[in-house]
């Protein structure tokens, strides 16, 4: 037990089930590999020492992996050194919790917070969270019970552990952060618990990065011959809904399909070779096998190129718990077509910086598609859409973190003096 109350430092971040270094797409690295990398390079320039934590799936890469001058990347030794399907990560959670600590001790290292990355994560941090005497705050990213309502089933592909972990990472954490106001009204209804904090601390995005390029100098350096430009980012995963951005531009009217082009970007995996196989099929049945094609994932600085090539870029997702990928698209200046569901909801205006439509209709998608392709008004809802995602810009959101960490910290060693006083 501390005997005073610490000025924040040091910083744990667990992302225990994938590795923020892995390559986009591989697995399960996406959207929260980028979103951990990205914090904990903006928390070191804020001053903060930051040791991100996963589990060793590489035995080629060393303990511990040097990201910048102050963060660095500790593997755990947990398991077989391999990928793991995340159902059997569960079983591995004391391992990791010992691991952690043994690397805290071993190193001398008291961590002021324990911000956690995912539910695995969570229950990982409260195993430690006595030993380190740290304060844990928890992400979740994405819910199981949210997914599965907005896929449109009751039991979803996730496990009864999952859900019971996630349970147990709400009602345990010192702090939960979510992306977006919503999500405690979710964990209020789904779950029927309260956080004992919650704030809202959305992803971010570097707009330095992600910009505006010249429409027609990018589609020539990227190979891309055509008059108008559909763009699809992501891992071929089912509730991406690739299916249904298809079958939705199989609607449009046969004038919109002279001249387009599908660009679908994203999986590098064996699963998703075999997915693609599956769109390239469906591609063919649906008579687009002509317009669309599939690459793999490209370099964060590339894919600016890919947003600034696009008419529009299209986010079929049947449930998105932020959507990195329209903040990145509309600051290219590309609006996005998306559903009206979860974070799309609170950055995208329809008819302003982009179009929205009802969840899960394809009718009404594809004529999102149509009247997205014959806006007049794309080049101004492009600016607006780029002027709207200021508030994420990655500067503030360290900023924002690094003073919720304080406050967490401080009202956790309150506590912690009062339990103490009271023995």
Request: aromatic share 6%; with cysteine.
């Amino acid at each position: 037990m501390r005997d005073r109350l610490p000025i924040v430092q040091h910083i744990a971040l667990l992302s225990l089930h994938s590795s923020p270094i892995a390559p986009l797409g591989r697995s399960d690295a996406g959207g929260m590999n980028l979103y951990v990398r990205r914090l904990a390079d903006e928390l070191a320039s804020h001053g903060l020492l930051v040791d991100v934590f996963t589990r060793r799936t590489d035995t080629q890469l060393p303990a511990v992996v040097e990201l910048g001058p102050r963060t660095r990347l500790v593997h755990l030794n947990a398991g077989l050194p391999q990928l793991e399907p995340k159902e059997r990560l569960p079983r591995l959670i004391p391992t990791m919790a010992h691991g952690l600590e043994c690397f805290a001790r071993t190193q001398g290292i008291e961590y002021d917070i324990l911000h956690c990355h995912y539910w695995i994560s969570g229950l990982v941090g409260l195993l430690c969270r006595e030993t380190l005497g740290a304060p844990v705050v928890s992400m979740f990213h994405t819910l199981s019970k949210v997914k599965s309502q907005y896929a449109g089933d009751d039991a979803g592909a996730d496990s009864v552990q999952r859900v019971d972990g996630e349970r147990d990472v709400l009602s345990g954490s010192d702090a939960i952060v979510g992306a977006t106001p919503l999500e405690r009204t979710q964990l209020m209804r789904l779950y029927g618990r309260a956080p004992q904090a919650f704030t809202v601390i959305p992803p971010g995005v570097d707009p330095t990065i992600f910009r505006p390029y010249c429409t027609q100098s990018s589609r020539r350096e990227l190979g891309i011959e055509a008059e108008k430009v559909i763009l699809f980012v992501g891992r071929l995963d089912p509730m991406k809904r690739l299916d249904l951005l298809l079958r939705a531009i199989s609607l449009l009217p046969p004038s919109q399909l002279d001249g387009l082009r599908v660009l679908v970007v994203g999986g590098n995996d064996e699963k998703d070779r075999i997915s693609a196989q599956h769109y390239q099929r469906l591609a063919a049945d649906l008579g687009l096998q002509r317009i669309v094609e599939l690459r793999s994932n490209v370099p964060q600085e590339q894919l600016a190129l890919y947003y600034s090539a696009a008419t529009v870029c299209a986010i079929p997702s049947a449930y998105e718990s932020f959507g990195m990928v329209a903040l990145e698209s509309m600051a290219c200046e590309t609006p996005v077509v998306a559903f009206d569901v979860g974070g799309i909801a609170t950055t995208v205006r329809d008819g302003c910086t982009g179009f929205l439509s009802r969840p899960r209709d394809t009718m009404e998608y594809s004529r999102k598609l149509s009247e997205a392709l014959e806006s007049d008004s794309l080049g101004s809802m492009g600016r607006r859409a780029r002027a709207s995602i200021r508030p994420y810009e990655w500067a503030r959101i360290g900023r924002l973190t690094t003073s919720y960490y304080q406050e967490v910290t401080s009202v956790y060693n309150d506590r912690s003096l009062e339990l103490a006083g009271a023995g």
